[in-house]
């Protein structure tokens, strides 16, 4: 668990993806030399075999899964063992189908955390029992929330943090499921999930991410909740 009332964990989406492409080495150093605690980032499996950092579910029409590495120009996941150990890393894969490939590629990594939309997924490497933690990326609302996540093995939320408030967070926390909303890139934004309680923020600027909460942390403890922009 990484719930500390003294920490903000902030991790770039995809790296630094305003500064950078997404989804490439280029962008999570970048991400990291920002002050990021660390990133988030798509995998998918190709037709071929070959495990590739990719977000979006077409390319020209046609579903990325159909297609090969020579006609997807995308980061390979074996290039992500370089910061294995070194931060933590949200791996979220797109789709499932392919857990032994998975395992394969990421099985021995230190300091991840494995999650997906598809939450069939996550139920099968729970019952894998997998060394690394799992967690549970989520747009909207569901019911019991916590109950669900638990009943899949889940130990981390991942939220649109449009639908994020302090009943929820309290009652994840109530289950022992650490919360970080995806994408909120504004500063009320932040501020807003921190006084909740969330265990941090995935952002598409962690850049300035990193600087507001520089500047929140050498404000005397009663102001910190004043000055939203």
């Not at 494995?114 to 996550?122: E, K, P, T």
């Not at 139920?123 to 060394?131: N, P």
């Amino acid at each position: 668990m990484i719930r500390d009332p003294h920490h903000f964990p902030i991790f770039g989406h995809r790296g630094s993806p305003r500064r950078f492409r997404e989804n490439t080495t280029d962008s999570f150093e970048g991400a990291l030399r920002e002050g990021a605690d660390g990133f988030e980032t798509d995998l998918r499996l190709l037709a071929d075999g070959v495990a590739v950092l990719f977000h979006d579910d077409d390319l020209n029409g046609r579903p990325v899964e159909t297609l090969t590495s020579a006609e997807v120009s995308a980061q390979r996941v074996s290039d992500l063992g370089r910061f294995a150990a070194h931060t933590t890393m949200i791996l979220e894969v797109k789709r499932g189908d392919w857990v032994d490939a998975l395992l394969k590629e990421i099985g021995a990594w230190q300091k991840i955390v494995v999650a997906s939309f598809d939450h069939s997924l996550i139920a099968e490497l729970a019952h894998r029992k997998v060394h690394f933690p799992l967690g549970i990326t989520v747009s909207g609302v569901i019911v019991d929330l916590p109950d669900y996540a638990q009943r899949l093995g889940a130990r981390w939320c991942f939220p649109d943090h449009h639908y994020v408030d302090a009943e929820l967070v309290a009652a994840l926390h109530a289950a022992a499921i650490d919360v970080v909303p995806w994408t909120p890139n504004r500063a009320e934004d932040w501020m807003r999930l921190r006084e909740i309680g969330c265990d941090g923020v995935i952002t598409d600027y962690p850049a300035e991410a990193v600087k507001w909460r520089a500047k929140l942390s050498a404000l005397p403890q009663q102001h910190r909740g004043e000055g939203r922009t």
